[in-house]
């Protein structure tokens, strides 16, 4: 028989999908009460591989990351998606618009990235509270692992430098416990 083995921290991650830097900034206020302190933000890359988003958001959409600056257990996931899902309803009540800015948020571990959604399909497990969590890419040998449902965008690479980068700093925390 298996032994239950304790659950392993990980680093809260949100992705951005945004029309504008104030309604970025207006954002951000509330995820950081929800998801913590930012420890991390990536450059703002033009999200143009894709047109999913444009029927609701419209043109010149943009992407960003940011990952928070504490340790997390994962059962907190569908807690995370909910309160973004509350805080993008906010901000396109407060824009009249109808929908500003899209949070997706997740965690990173040494070993993978993990996204929630709304939204069950064939790759998504249901972990409660309506959300399901796909792990979106792995982390192996040095490198991310793409799958052939990954996102386009991340499906380019472009982003594996900063996603790492948290990995290292996730592997740092982790580190620093143990020896604390």
Known sequence: MGQV???HPVTPFLGVIYTSAQVLDDAMLWVERVM???DLTSQEWPFDLTDHYVSEMGDGLKRRF???DRLADPSLLPEW?????R???ECAQRMGEHRPINLDPGYVDGSKLVLASTRGLAHRVYIGQGISAEVTMSYRHGEWIKRDY???DFKTGRYDEFISRIRDAHVARLQGRATA
């Open 5 to 7: 083995q304790p659950v």
């Open 66 to 68: 940011f990952s928070f």
């Open 87 to 89: 805080i993008e309803h």
């Open 81 to 85: 998606k909910l309160a973004t899902n």
């Open 36 to 38: 913590g302190d930012i």
């Open 150 to 152: 990954t996102f386009a």
